[in-house]
Nanobody
Framework: VQLQASGGGVVQAGGSLRLSCAASGRSFSDYAMAWFRQAPGKERTFVAAITRGGLGTRYADSVKSRFTISRDNGESTLYLQMNSLKPEDTAVYYC????????????????WGQGTQVTVSS
């Protein structure tokens, strides 16, 4: 599966953004999906994940209640709605896919998109 993330940009603290990840290739519904992020000078960290059917989700504590992961299997697209953004949310955001796991570690995912930059100004 090929993944293309989009929707990043510059937003003020307290604002919102919605990221999208368009998938092509194998059937999108065969894959659990996730978002990770990498801030400058830091390691890539888990943000959120969603099961293949979309009924199960999990979040990093730092984004719980502010971010919502969702998917549209008919449109082969993954989303991340980000509300109440904080400067510490500034990072490159990556979408990832895996056929067998629904994990919170980068090593759980075999396929990655190219990343989209999110910058939150204070």
């Amino acid at each position: 599966v090929q993944l293309q993330a989009s929707g990043g940009g510059v937003v003020q603290a307290g604002g919102s953004l919605r990221l999208s990840c368009a998938a092509s290739g194998r059937s999108f519904s065969d894959y659990a999906m996730a978002w990770f992020r990498q801030a400058p000078g830091k390691e890539r960290t888990f943000v959120a994940a969603i099961t293949r059917g979309g009924l199960g989700t999990r979040y990093a504590d730092s984004v719980k209640s502010r971010f919502t992961i969702s998917r549209d299997n008919g449109e082969s697209t993954l989303y991340l709605q980000m509300n109440s953004l904080k400067p510490e949310d500034t990072a490159v955001y990556y979408c990832a896919a895996d056929r067998t796991r629904y994990g919170a570690y980068g090593t759980d995912y075999d396929f990655w998109g190219q990343g989209t930059q999110v910058t939150v100004s204070s």
